[in-house]
């Protein structure tokens, strides 16, 4: 097979690879899509997002699970609403043009500063659009949170940096040992529960609602020690709630039960690393056969090597840029401007149909 694509890859498991050989990328066969925790990465996603929920899968009647974490929540809560193709847009805009206040001699805001300006900006964003975003007929969000056991139970100065050292330990020694310290919880709404099996990891399930809606998600996205947990959401167990990326990071699940329908993950990049504290494990980094129905779009590396920085936005751009606000929202602006190629190029391998390229996870 050839194709032209310069900024998009498609990657899928060999389940998904099948379907892809025998009918192309369908909007029918597809019954979740995953979003990632990454903070800024997710912008080069925006224009792909539009596509996906402005137009392609707004064209058909099945249910679809959106599930996400941090950013990725963010995405797919936004893609509930009315108009998403404005949404994204908007989303795209302020997250570029977000700004924090400094305090005299820091290079970096504090983590009460963040969360207080974060979590006015999400209320912003959603206020009076939530009860509808719930009800869609159609789609089910799902907001995925760190839940703090033990000694982080209640976040403290000194207890929060002691127990994620002990997660650390306990998840270089085994995945399923972080449960020990946290666990995920999976904000649902709607009727129809998550078709998934979660128990590879310590978990809990609880009924996304107007009163916890826009905590949790103030939690998924709320990294430690750069913002504050979230203490005691409305309806789900005491504690402190932090971003879903640390047990999720990429949200590395057990997608099995979906088949034979797909699961469509927009990420940026080919590996779908399990959680946070993964990242240095690389043996954790490949596909395994939980990812046999899933397709990641993602940009080629050779592309990304192409945009300012030779990287995608980030967050060490808050750092790098400091307080020079116009240079990073040039640079992250010119990243969201050539993004636009992977939707152009989504929607012409869609157009291929079986004769698409498809690389393996």
């Known amino acids: 097979m050839t194709s032209t694509t310069n900024a998009l890859r498609i990657h899928a498991g060999p389940a998904a690879r099948a379907v892809l050989a025998e009918r192309g990328l ?8 995953v979003g990632a925790a990454g903070g800024p990465k997710g912008l080069v996603l925006g224009a792909i997002d539009r596509f996906l929920f402005a137009d392609w899968l707004a064209r058909t009647p099945q249910p679809l699970h959106l599930v996400g974490a941090s950013i990725g929540a963010w995405r797919m809560a936004t893609a509930a609403l009315d108009d998403p193709r404005a949404a994204f847009a908007r989303l795209s805009h302020e997250y570029i043009h977000q700004t924090y206040e400094l305090e005299p001699g820091r290079a970096m805001p504090t983590a009460e500063v963040v969360s207080r300006t974060f979590d006015q900006a999400l209320h912003d964003f959603f206020d009076g659009r939530i009860e509808k975003l719930l009800a869609h007929p159609r789609w ?13 139970a209640r976040e403290g100065r000194w207890r929060t940096p002691a127990g994620y050292l002990g997660a650390w330990l306990s998840n270089a020694v085994s995945r399923k040992t972080l449960g020990a310290w946290l666990e995920r919880v999976v904000f649902s709404s709607g009727s129809e529960p998550l078709p998934l099996d979660l128990g590879d990891l310590r978990h809990r399930r609880v009924p996304l609602d107007a009163g916890n809606f826009r905590p949790s998600l103030l939690a998924s996205c709320s990294i430690p020690f750069a913002l504050k947990a979230v203490h005691d959401i409305p309806g789900a167990p005491p504690g402190a709630y932090w971003d879903g990326g640390i047990t999720d990071y990429h949200l590395h699940w057990n997608y099995a039960p979906v088949a034979p329908g797909l699961v469509l993950y927009p990420h940026f990049q080919r590996e779908v690393v399990p959680g946070w504290l993964d990242k240095s494990h690389r043996r954790r ?16 590396p050779a592309w990304i090597a192409r945009l300012p920085n030779a990287k995608l936005p980030d967050r060490t751009d808050f750092r790098r840029y400091s307080s020079d606000l116009p240079a990073r929202i040039a640079v992250w602006s010119r990243a969201v ?25």
């Open 140 to 152: 089910r969000l799902h907001i995925v949170v760190t839940r703090g056991r033990h000694l982080l």
């Open 337 to 361: 401007r050539e993004s636009e190629r992977l939707a152009d190029e989504l929607a012409a391998a869609i157009d291929a149909g079986p004769g698409l390229r498809v690389d393996p996870l």
């Open 26 to 33: 369908r909007a029918e066969d597809v019954r979740m899509v």
């Open 285 to 300: 980094h490949r596909a395994t056969p939980f990812l046999d129905n899933v397709v990641v779009l993602a940009p080629d």
